[in-house]
């Protein structure tokens, strides 16, 4: 909490902003849901509040989860636009997937969709308490329209259970 106390309010705000994300996250979703930039997620690397970890090639940034837990009760009650623009941001992702080509552009894309897979977890729950008749333009009953994955990792063998599940299971 102590290093907390140092940051300046806007940096505050965005590290309990991204306490919504379990698996971390890249520059682009920290911009999108938290309204960051490099200097913010500089100075909270820099406070030792946020790591930045090397996935699969990928740069992402992760609280310890203790920092993210005591993050996660400062957002409070801005938990729900928040999580409500981390459904938006990962509709958009996963749209702009176009897992249709082949060899290591398409790996680079599922490595991707790979790592924001506890992310991805996280707002189709929220999704599914979201008012209105259906989630944002995307439903889980797209990916049967998705072409299959070469890939025998862990997300595909995960997916089928996460897209068929009830939000309560």
Known sequence: AWSIGLLEPRERDVLAR???LPAG???ETAEAIAAADVDAMQALVEHHLVRIVDVDGMRRYRHPEAI???ADEL???DRRP???SLV???VELVESCDLSVAGA????????????LDNLRVALRHAATMPGDSPPESSP???DTMPPRPSTGPTRRRIPSLVTRSPTS
């Not at 552009?105 to 924001?116: F, G, M, P, T, V």
């Open 18 to 20: 991204l306490a919504v």
């Open 25 to 27: 996250c890249t520059l």
């Open 68 to 70: 993210r837990e005591y």
């Open 75 to 77: 957002l409070g009650d």
């Open 82 to 84: 928040v999580l409500d």
């Open 88 to 90: 938006r941001h990962l």
């Open 105 to 116: 552009l398409q790996q680079a894309r599922l490595k991707s969709l790979d790592a924001e």
């Open 141 to 143: 009953s797209s990916a």
